[in-house]
Each structure stands twice: as structure tokens, then as C-alpha cells.
């Protein structure tokens, strides 16, 4: 136990028999560290699957955690400005603070979507000004992030960079086979475009062409008002806008007026996260629920 302390202390990489413990922000994060860690990680996520994950309170438990990671996995792109560096102050882990090898921020990496242009205010609603955070809903992405994380793990365990490597590639190969798979079954449904509570769902959209030309929320953050109800209404006739998908943790009675008043259109509450809902337990599962959910199913 002394020799482990110390090599902890000093950051060298993890002897042979250590797990890394890894904290995530998210847990998709977690089901991806599982994914590419196996047996050599220990994962615990922050923030649950039926959370929004933008508020997330800092609690003295959760800075327990992360004062024990090895490994901290972050969306970053500003999704846990709001509550991540707290815990990281109260956790006093010299490991995990930012430009160390045990901080990992992966949405910078992957090519963010809806970067502003121009200068961003409070006025916009919440808008992140480096790019839209929710990379997760895109499985190439995913593939993608198991590729950065299998290098980030094989810095912190040598020993075992290769099964990290291989699990990482696998899993990108398999991301890639079922995107084809999935692809078509959307194609077949008919449906090009969806409106969304929140602009949680672009990099899904983006992956398999369909368009979100409306949102709930009349600027991010801002819940629905009756005059913005009225301009989606409006809207979705207009384009013949066929389906509503409210993420599971936006309250989904907002569209019983909107479906009323929109022949042929229909909602579905889904899951945008892990764990979201019972039948989401892998990554697998998040984008399945979502292919089904445009389906009608």
C-alpha cells in the first residue's frame, strides 16, 4: 500500500495489479470508460442518465470521488462549467486539476458542432460559446472519443495499452456498422425533419441527415411560453413537421396543445443519456431507443 501512495503521489503510471479509478461527468462517459477499460478500470459516473446534466449540484460526496479518480472524464465545451470546477477545488486531487494527465476533456477534440459566430451574451439564452456539448448522441463521435480515452488510459496503465487500444478500435468498428444499419431504418421512415425541447439532440440529427428547425425553448435555457407555442404550431404545419422529441428530463406536456392543433404529428419523451430510462443501460441501447423513437415504435 506504501509503494502504491507513493506512485500515485509522484503520478507514475499504475503498477500492474492497480485498477484506474476513473470519475466521469456523464454517464455515458462511464459506459464508454467501461467499453474501452474492462477489467482494468473501476467507473463511477456524477450525474445520472435522468438528469440535465447542465445543473448538477456539487456535493460534498461527489467531491469524494473525484479526490479518489485517477481519471477524470469530461464532456467540457462549458457543460459542467457550472458545477465541475468546485468539485475539483474541494476534492484537493492534484491529479485531476486541468493540464494534468488525469483531466480529460473530450468534446474540444471531436469536432464541435454550432460554434457561435460573433460575440455571445446572456441576451441568447444559454448558449455555449465554444460549441454545442452533447457530441455523445453521435455514435462516430463516440468511436472517436474511445480512441482519446484509449490513449489517455494506456498513459496512466503502459501495461495495458494495447487491450485499450484494441477495445477502442472494436468499438469504433461496431459504431460504424450499426450507423450503416440505423441510417437506412431512418431513411425508410420518411421523417427529415423533428422538433426538440432543447438542441440536445444536433449531433444525432447531424450523423443521420435530419433537420431541427424548431425548438421548445424559445432561446436555450428558456422554457416554452404560449406565444413561442404558437410560432412552432405554425411552423410545423407550414414544413409538415411530423414528430416532437422532448428529452427525458424537459417536462413533455408541453406538446399535448402542439399535437392537437398539428394533424399527423405525434411526440415521444426519450432518453439522451445512459440510464435515462430502464430500457438504456449501454451506449448501444441510447442510440437504438432513438432510431425506434423516429420510427414510431
Known amino acids: 500500500m506504501k509503494y502504491l501512495a507513493l506512485v500515485l503521489l509522484a503520478g507514475l503510471p499504475l ?28 467507473v463511477e459516473s456524477i ?4 438528469q440535465d446534466p447542465h445543473f448538477i449540484e456539487a456535493k460534498p460526496s461527489y467531491m469524494l470521488k473525484v479526490s479518489k479518480a485517477d481519471l477524470l472524464v469530461l464532456v ?65 463521435r463516440m468511436g472517436r472519443a474511445a480512441e482519446i480515452l484509449a490513449k489517455r488510459l494506456g498513459e496512466l496503465d503502459p501495461a495495458h495499452a494495447s487491450d485499450f487500444q484494441k477495445r477502442a478500435k472494436d468499438f469504433s468498428e461496431k459504431m460504424k456498422n450499426k450507423v450503416a444499419a440505423w441510417k437506412k431504418r431512418i431513411d425508410k421512415t420518411g421523417v427529415k425533419k423533428v422538433v426538440t425541447y432543447h ?9 443521420f441527415g435530419l433537420e431541427n428547425p424548431a425548438i ?11 406565444g ?19 428529452e427525458n428530463y424537459f417536462d413533455a406536456s408541453v406538446t399535448k396543445k402542439i399535437i392537437g392543433e398539428v394533424p399527423g404529428s405525434r411526440s415521444a419523451e426519450v432518453a439522451v ?11 448501444d441501447d441510447l442510440y437504438e431507443q432513438l432510431v425506434r423513437a423516429v420510427e414510431g415504435k
Open 15 to 42: 503498477p500492474a495489479f492497480a485498477k484506474i479509478n476513473v470519475v466521469t461527468s456523464i454517464p455515458d462517459l462511464a459506459a464508454l470508460t467501461r467499453e474501452v477499460g474492462g477489467g482494468e478500470v473501476e
Open 47 to 50: 450525474a445520472r442518465g435522468s
Open 76 to 140: 467540457g465545451l462549458d457543460l459542467e462549467v457550472g458545477w465541475m470546477p468546485s468539485l475539483i477545488q474541494g476534492a484537493r486531487n492534484p491529479k485531476v486539476r486541468s493540464g494534468e494527465k488525469g483531466y480529460l476533456e473530450l468534446g474540444p477534440e471531436l469536432d464541435p458542432l454550432d460554434v457561435p459566430k460573433g460575440k455571445v451574451t446572456r441576451a441568447e439564452g444559454d448558449v455555449h460559446p465554444n460549441g454545442n456539448p452533447h457530441f455523445w448522441l453521435d455514435p462516430l
Open 199 to 207: 438542441k440536445t439532440l444536433t449531433y444525432f440529427f447531424d450523423r
Open 216 to 226: 421548445l425553448e424559445p432561446k436555450p435555457g428558456i422554457p416554452p411560453t404560449s
Open 228 to 246: 413561442h407555442i404558437i410560432e412552432v404550431i405554425q411552423l410545423m404545419k407550414q414544413q409538415k413537421i411530423p414528430l416532437i422529441l422532448v
Open 273 to 283: 443519456a445512459v440510464g435515462g430510462s430502464e430500457s438504456v443501460k449501454m451506449i
